[in-house]
């Protein structure tokens, strides 16, 4: 079988697991015990933390270790809306943000605040334009993501932080779970104060996240107990789960560079067998997008038939976000480009990992061209 469905998971390096392993065997001290075992725990965690402020380019003590990308961005919201509510309570964010920070915001309004959702381009891109005309006296959050997981966009991180150090009272926050290692990442440039991050994303473990804050930024816990994170996520540390996360980010950071131009060629050799397929239409932008997405849409094929008749072929691939994959609604990140609602129905993503190679996307794309003239005389959206 071959595994194109990276944005949703991707395996976990061997030297993971390994690492894993190895702390699961011999450091499973509490690292708040005060005995040999408990040092030997908090000296692996000192030593993660160091490896994953290195590879962000911040100190130690803004990273905090989390559950997950879910959890660093409901921390990172909430934590900031409980905080300065008594300052604002409007919130911007974008109408592609994955579900854990849309819900959020949601979930927020239920509890008075207000939130303005920018639209975006055909590109799935935000405009800074859109966020000056959003922005309003009480606006204490901004929240963009930085790479969408669907169609790959790259928003202009760079330019809104900037702008943003206007508004020093406003917080700028960043969901950079599919940007980690496949596009340069520049936290204290940007200006960004809190970023989250996923392990399982790049081929670390699953259950496992950071949330980046920036020093002296005080936001509210999520989750109040015996203090660990400096108070800001109590609960015993998943030692396990964050040296394996510290593997992968280590593994992650130094093949950055060979990997992105490795995948942005991959990527090209998948639009462009892509574009001989008849009436293929692709959904990623051109520019500026991530190395490892490709979203397309074969018009009049029902993505769900498509993605098991490459199953059938041996290709894993998705339909969307792997947790609204379920859903039989379009996709809203895809609307929300301006994207028809036939071609959203009929949208696949391809996601690339670091195992992937030129042969696999041969086969793929030997498959796709399989599948579609076995379906297209029954096609039916
Ligand atoms: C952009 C983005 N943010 C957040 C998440 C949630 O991360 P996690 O699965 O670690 O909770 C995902 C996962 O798909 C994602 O793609």
Partial sequence: MIYLDNSATTQPD????????????????????????????????????????????????EIYFTSGGTESNN??????????????????????EHASVIDVCRQLEEFGFEVTYLPVDNQGRVSIDSLKQAMRPDTILVSIMHVNNEVGTIQPINQIGTYLKLFP?????????????????????WGIDLLSLSAHK?????????????????????????????????????????????????????????????????????ISGLEEINGCEINTPTENSAPHIINFSIPGM????????????GFYVSTRSACSAKSD?????????????????????ISLGKSNTEEEIDQFLQALQRCVKRILPYRKV
């Avoid at 917080?171 to 990442?185: E, N, R």
């Fill in 75 to 96: 921390t990172a919201i909430k934590g900031v809306a409980m905080r300065y509510k008594d300052r604002g309570r409007h919130i911007i964010t974008t109408q592609v």
């Fill in 302 to 313: 029902k993505a769900e038939v498509l993605l098991h008749a490459l199953e059938a072929e």
């Fill in 14 to 61: 061997p030297q993971v697991i390994e690492t894993m392993k190895r702390t699961m065997e011999t450091f499973y001290g509490n690292p708040s015990s005060l005995h040999r075992m408990g040092v030997e725990a908090e000296n692996v965690l000192k030593q993660a933390r160091q490896i994953a402020a290195q590879a962000l380019g911040k100190k130690p003590s």
């Fill in 169 to 189: 009272k406003v917080i700028f926050h960043v969901d950079a779970v599919q940007s980690f290692g496949k596009v340069p990442l520049r936290i204290n440039e």
């Fill in 202 to 270: 790049f081929h670390g473990p699953r259950g496992i996240g950071i949330l980046v804050k920036r020093e002296n930024l005080q936001i509210e816990p999520l989750l109040k107990g015996g203090g660990q994170e400096g108070g800001l996520r109590s609960g015993t540390e998943n030692i396990p789960g964050i040296a394996g996360m510290a593997k992968a980010m280590r593994l992650a950071d130094e093949a950055a560079s060979k990997e992105i131009i490795r995948l942005q060629k991959l990527k090209q050799q998948l």
């Fill in 329 to 349: 609604e379009p996709s809203p990140v895809l609307l929300a480009s301006g994207i028809p609602v036939e071609r959203a129905k009929a949208a696949l993503r």
